[in-house]
């Protein structure tokens, strides 16, 4: 039970912390706004789950499914980006800053002193995709521009 906990704490962390291209624009522009969650695919999050634990971590889904979807996150020009998320009822807010890769594939993320790398597979003015790995446990959230 405490694995999953912490699982799941290492998601929101990645995230918290946290293709294709629209013609002429550079993926390090497209990024810059706020976006929320739209949807959340934890299908391939359960694979590398031993059988006797699966259906403690299946009950844990649909919270977390809930608790990514209040989640914001903010690209500033500078560098710079926010997050506010909704966890079981807590509000949460933090601050950290952003680089994007060259190739626009990859977001770095560092807050409090933690870096993430987080895989970017899909990039538009308004659609974000993003691919969370934390264990080998993967998490995709399709992010709307607001």
Same mark, same amino acid.
Request: glycine share 6%; charged share 25%.
């Given at each position: +039970?405490?694995?999953?906990?912490?699982?799941?704490?290492?998601?929101?962390?990645?995230?918290?912390?946290?293709?294709?291209?629209?013609a002429?624009?550079?993926?390090?522009?497209?990024?810059?706004?706020?976006?929320?969650?739209?949807?959340?695919?934890?299908?391939? +999050?359960?694979?590398?789950?031993?059988?006797?634990?699966?259906?403690?971590?299946?009950?844990?889904?649909?919270?977390?499914?809930?608790?990514?979807?209040t989640?914001?996150?903010?690209f500033?020009?500078?560098?710079?980006?926010? $997050?506010?998320?909704?966890?079981?009822?807590?509000?949460?807010?933090?601050?950290g $800053?952003?680089?994007?890769?060259?190739?626009?594939?990859?977001?770095?993320?560092?807050?409090?002193?933690?870096?993430?790398?987080?895989?970017?597979?899909?990039?538009t003015?308004?659609?974000?995709?993003?691919?969370?790995?934390?264990?080998? +446990?993967?998490?995709?959230?399709?992010?709307?521009?607001?």
């Open positions: +039970m405490m694995r999953t906990i912490n699982i799941f704490l290492a998601l929101l962390l990645i995230v918290a912390t946290t293709s294709s291209f629209s002429g624009k550079k993926p390090s522009k497209l990024i810059i706004g706020t976006w929320g969650v739209e949807s959340v695919d934890m299908s391939e +999050m359960l694979n590398g789950v031993p059988e006797e634990e699966k259906a403690m971590y299946e009950a844990f889904l649909p919270m977390m499914d809930e608790a990514f979807k989640m914001l996150l903010t500033r020009a500078d560098g710079t980006m926010s $997050t506010k998320a909704n966890m079981m009822g807590t509000e949460s807010s933090d601050e $800053t952003w680089v994007l890769s060259k190739d626009g594939k990859t977001l770095t993320t560092t807050s409090n002193g933690k870096t993430d790398n987080i895989v970017i597979e899909k990039l003015k308004s659609v974000m995709l993003l691919v969370l790995d934390a264990d080998g +446990m993967k998490v995709k959230l399709l992010m709307k521009k607001n």
